[in-house]
């Protein structure tokens, strides 16, 4: 399989086992014209949905700081404009060989999934002059976990419950 293959559905694995830990189910898009890869719904409530744009990257992570990673202006254009459903970009750093990406332990009583992925809205900012890639930064403190999941979902639907 070719190994951007094995990148996408590595973060597809990724965030789907972040969604089963928070109680959310994962919606697939057949078509992916809107820079959305997965949908995030909470049943329940006012069942409230998250959009999320996927990328992988073996690229190395800093040691402090903001993480900048470069996406296509399109996806930098989807993903800043305001839409019913908050979006977020999702970045999964993995090493760079896939065999350390997930390790079973002996006895089998765990699996590591090696490095994690940082998330960021891109909702509201501006235009920019450049006409092929934007670099983006993920702040370090935004982890992707189930929690993080959980509060946004929580945020959202407190945006549509009655007053």
């Not at 997965?38 to 800093?62: H, N, S, V, W, Y």
């Not at 970045?91 to 332990?105: E, G, H, K």
């Amino acid at each position: 399989m070719d190994l951007n293959i094995q990148k996408e559905q590595f973060s597809i694995a990724y965030v789907r086992a972040v969604a089963a830990v928070a109680g959310v189910k994962v919606l697939r898009n057949d078509v992916d014209d809107d820079s959305i890869d997965i949908g995030l719904e909470r049943a329940g409530g006012c069942a409230p949905k998250l959009d999320l744009q996927l990328k992988c990257t073996a690229e190395p992570l800093p040691s402090n700081g903001d993480i900048s990673f470069p996406i296509k202006l399109k996806n930098y254009d989807d993903l800043r404009r305001p839409t019913v459903a908050p979006r977020w970009l999702v970045t999964l750093f993995v090493p760079t060989d896939c065999a350390d990406w997930l390790t079973v332990a002996t006895p089998p009583t765990e699996v590591l999934l090696r490095r994690c992925a940082w998330w960021t809205s891109l909702n509201g900012l501006p235009d920019v002059d450049n006409t092929a890639s934007v670099t983006v930064h993920l702040p370090r403190g935004n982890v992707f976990t189930p929690e993080a999941l959980k509060a946004k979902l929580d945020d959202i639907e407190t945006l549509f419950r009655p007053v």
